[in-house]
């Protein structure tokens, strides 16, 4: 009944994508035995996710790469054994096909050309073991992002694959949703024999699960392979230092200095506010809030809590349903108390945005010119303008990357380069909707000094998070947002009265 | 997007009809009704799919909602009809290119009627239909190539996505600065980031699907049969009556005109 592990071999293997004159991978020897249970590590960029979509025989035919040496599952061509390896993807909302939850389950089967009765035998087992405990005909879009995950995930079984690859399975997912994943992914792993090969920055959540680590060598190659416990001990420091999170090398919290004069004046006070995006439809209500200079407001609660709602209405980017969002004079000089009606321009330098999708922002062709447009739009002069980019692109390291188009950035690069967009008109007040999301902890280094230097030198910072880590490097109030209505807990900062 | 809204299982009527069977009904009659444009092949085919509304399983507010833009479709459609038609008999009124005479408002009761009669059983036909049976529908019974069925399908639920994706450019544009002026130069700015995400998006899918074993062989099983049963019989039947009787009467009453004469 249950599958038996696949065994995987590569042999001086590489792949370089189409257009690209570096390779993604390179010289990779490997073999890993039926039934092992592996977390493949490496720096951003060695092509880990490369090497799963490679042996899962969806990294596409000739014009989308090249290949050299040998990558063998079960002794042959990933192509040619597609059904035998299942893969599971990073982003919940591009893995949901079919609009019911039995259907989509139920697809990769049918691809497979399973006999019906057999599917549908398959189906409620393989709910069962990602512990969906939902009706066949459920709607797929009322999902939360764990359960859509834990979906994925089910109809990866549900094909019996004897080799499972997790490409980042848990990077965009809540600590609620990581716990669902990893919880789902043991229980298949105690009941079947097959081979599991996970990608993921984050070690600790995988660490008790596998039996073997892999780390890749970022200029091709293994760098280290063996027993969690010794590749983490040897390897450990290195890896921190690439951006894998190793859980007792977590990165250092920024130091922080003595404040400048004027903390603490209040920019942005919310009074009873309500917010919703479509008009009618609140999401969160009951918000008193002050954002006040040199502080940072850090803004938690669960997925649907509204805090992306919050975030853009506390922008001046959404109006507010109910209640009052005012701007003091400090902040708004002279361009009226109400943030959203203030306009496009006025906001660059008094409120500035980092969405939780970079992409969503990106507008110019290159990286360079992405910067350009904010302080463009200021009209600012020239040289003045290209001192303000080049000092960020020397701040953020992307330099390098100047003539790039931004959307062929890495994560980590996008979410720098939109970090970099907002700072390079100098707003007082700066929102982020899930700044360090996903983020290798290299990158979150280098955000979290930022935002604590912005905080230091006297900007307002509000950050949306879920991540315990980043509230205690920001060290400001937090606004607890739940489904009941919303409490501030402590400190509660800067509420003039 | 209501349009796209999952029509629930549960909902069905006690004679299942293929979706299959809808598509070529509402086709039939379309091709029925546009052969002729009078006003008696109209009436007489509005008459007759009045037992086709009331067995749609469509609750009458729900029913009217729907059909709402056929409602405004077909008086839009005649008044133009009815000021621009070809001049004919008593002129009652003309003003500029404007000329409202026996003939033209003939032709545009015919209009509105042949509009009614056409937009509203295709509506109802259609908003019954579940995207997913349609798919199953095409594959199994129409054979038509599963990859593009199964990939037109998965792209359907993409379009759920667009509405959210031009909220956040629109914000987004805001933000960064560039929102206060050259509206339609913004505009076509936008729908290229829209076109440009959604293009990402869908390739995104594509390699979810083909992690699933999407294309890997040449042919698939279905999960769901899609059947033809006494419902469709019953169905294509009814469309048949329709049709003839439309046409027949108005030949027989002396008001047929092909294709308008």
Same mark, same amino acid.
């Given at each position: 009944? #249950? ?27 490997? %073999? ?41 599952? @079960? ?27 039995? %259907? ?13 009765? #057999? ?70 792993? #105690? ?37 969690? @416990? ?153 040289? #003045? ?113 | ?20 069977? !809808? ?180 390739? !995104? ?57």
């Amino acid at each position: 009944m #249950e599958p038996t592990g696949a065994a995987v071999r590569a042999r001086g293997w590489g792949w370089r994508h189409a257009g690209r004159s570096r390779w993604a991978l390179r010289g990779l020897d490997l %073999d890993v035995q039926p039934g092992e249970r592996v977390l493949l590590l490496g720096a951003s960029g060695a092509g880990k996710s490369t090497l799963l979509h490679a042996l899962a025989g969806v990294l596409g035919g000739e014009d989308e790469g090249e290949a050299e040496g040998g990558l063998t599952v @079960d002794g042959g061509h990933p192509e040619e054994r597609r059904g035998r390896a299942g893969l599971l993807l990073q982003d919940p909302d591009s893995q949901v096909i079919l609009s019911r939850v039995g %259907d989509d389950v139920a697809f990769g089967c049918e691809n497979l050309r399973v006999p019906r009765d #057999e599917i549908w035998r398959r189906v409620p087992q393989a709910l069962a073991a990602v512990g969906l405990d939902l009706s066949l005909d459920h709607p797929t879009a009322e999902l939360s992002g764990g359960q859509k995950q834990r979906l994925a995930l089910a109809g990866v079984l549900a094909m019996r694959p004897g080799l499972l690859l997790l490409d980042e399975p848990t990077a965009n997912l809540d600590p609620g949703g990581v716990g669902e994943v990893r919880d789902a992914v043991g229980r298949v792993c #105690e009941a079947g024999g097959a081979t599991l090969i996970v990608v993921e920055h984050r070690v600790n959540v995988w660490r008790g699960l596998v039996d073997r680590v892999i780390v890749l060598a970022p200029e091709g190659g293994v760098l280290a392979d063996g027993a969690p @416990d010794d590749v983490l001990g040897r390897e450990g420091a290195r890896l921190a230092e690439s951006g894998v999170w190793v859980d007792d090398r977590l990165p250092a919290l920024p130091p922080r200095r003595a404040r400048a004069d004027g903390v603490g004046e209040p920019l942005l006070v919310a009074n009873g506010l309500s917010v919703g995006r479509v008009a009618g439809r609140t999401v969160a209500s009951g918000i008193d809030v002050g954002i006040a200079a040199g502080r940072a407001l850090v803004v938690t609660g669960p997925n649907g809590a509204g805090k992306s709602t919050l975030g853009l209405t506390l922008a001046g980017l959404l109006k507010p349903v109910a209640g009052e969002l005012r701007a003091t004079e400090p902040l708004a000089r002279g361009a009226g108390p109400v943030p959203h009606r203030w306009r496009s321009r006025e906001l660059l330098t008094r409120i500035g945005t980092v969405f939780q999708d970079p992409e969503h922002q990106f507008l110019a062709p290159t990286v360079r010119r992405e910067l350009e447009i904010g302080p463009a739009a200021l009209r600012l002069p020239v040289p #003045e303008i290209a001192a303000r980019v080049n000092e960020l692109l020397e701040r953020l390291r992307l330099s390098a990357l100047a003539d790039a188009n931004p959307f062929t950035l890495s994560g980590g690069e996008k979410r720098r380069l939109s970090v970099a967009t907002v700072l390079a008109t100098r707003p007082d007040v700066l929102v982020l909707d899930e700044p360090t999301f996903g983020q290798d902890s290299r990158t979150w280094r280098e955000l979290v000094a930022i935002l604590a230097g912005l905080v230091d030198d006297g900007s307002a910072v509000v950050a949306i998070t879920h991540d315990e880590l980043l509230v205690r490097a920001l060290a400001g109030g937090e606004l607890r947002l739940s489904a009941a209505p919303t409490e501030p807990v402590a400190p509660s900062i800067g509420r003039p009265r | 997007m209501s349009l796209l809204a999952t029509p629930s299982r549960s909902g069905r009527r006690a004679l299942p009809v293929n979706p299959v069977t !809808k598509l070529a009904c509402a086709l039939l009659l379309s091709l029925a009704l546009v052969l002729s444009l009078d006003w008696v092949s109209a009436t007489v085919a509005l008459l007759l799919e009045l037992p086709l509304f009331l067995m749609a399983g469509l609750r009458p507010r729900a029913l009217l909602l729907r059909t709402l833009p056929v409602w405004i479709a077909a008086p839009g459609a005649a008044a133009t009809i009815a000021l621009y038609g070809r001049v004919g008999g008593d002129v009652h009124f003309s003003f500029a290119l404007a000329t409202v005479s026996d003939g033209s408002l003939q032709l545009a009761l015919a209009t509105l009627l042949r509009v009614l009669a056409i937009g509203l059983p295709a509506i109802v036909l259609f908003v019954t239909v579940d995207p997913t049976d349609l798919a199953d529908g095409l594959g199994q019974i129409v054979h038509l190539p599963s990859r593009f069925v199964l990939g037109a399908l998965a792209g359907l639920r993409l379009v759920a996505l667009f509405v959210q994706d031009w909220r956040s450019l629109e914000s987004a544009r805001r933000a960064r600065g560039v929102a206060d002026r050259g509206r339609l130069r913004r505009f076509a700015g936008q729908a290229f980031a829209l076109l440009v995400l959604s293009i990402r998006r869908g390739s !995104k899918l594509a390699t979810a699907m083909e992690a699933r074993g999407f294309g890997a062989s040449p042919s698939r099983t279905w999960a769901r049969p899609s059947v033809l049963g006494r419902g469709d019989a019953v169905l294509l039947a009814w469309t048949l009556v329709i049709a003839a009787g439309a046409i027949t009467s108005s030949v027989v009453a002396g008001t047929w005109n092909f294709l308008g004469r």
